[in-house]
């Protein structure tokens, strides 16, 4: 099995920036994409951004221009650096991979969600 641990959120004022990061461990064999989903109260989980291992994104377009996605293939690690942040970005923010390990066969696999709340 594969886990993934997010880290980095918190509470920040409109216009600032947050970090988020998200590690994947477990019995990994490989990790193929990696992403950020968001999902606010009373609304569905939406894409932020996804990065594939070679290093192509894509972009939600509400925060293009403003979040950048990156990886470190050698730490299994994937990362939203999220500048002029706004009150809408507010959510819960679920890392996303799709990753084979020793035991299964290619699947998707969710983080526990990490709190965004951004203050007018």
């Known amino acids: 099995q594969v886990q993934l641990v997010e880290s980095g959120g918190g509470l920040v004022q409109a216009g600032g920036s947050l970090r988020l990061s998200c590690a994947a461990s477990?019995?990994?064999?490989?990790?193929?994409?990696m992403g950020w989903y968001r999902q606010a109260p009373g609304s569905q989980r939406d894409l932020v951004a996804t990065i594939t291992r070679g290093g192509s994104t894509n972009y939600a377009d509400s925060v293009k221009g403003r979040f950048s996605i990156s990886r470190d293939n050698a730490r299994n690690t994937v990362y939203l650096q999220m500048n002029s942040l706004k009150p809408e970005d507010t959510a819960v923010y679920y890392c996303n991979t799709e990753a084979v390990s020793i035991v299964t066969p290619k699947r998707t696999y969710w983080g526990q969600g990490t709190q965004v709340t951004v203050s007018s």
């Open positions: 477990g019995s990994i064999f490989s990790i193929g994409s």
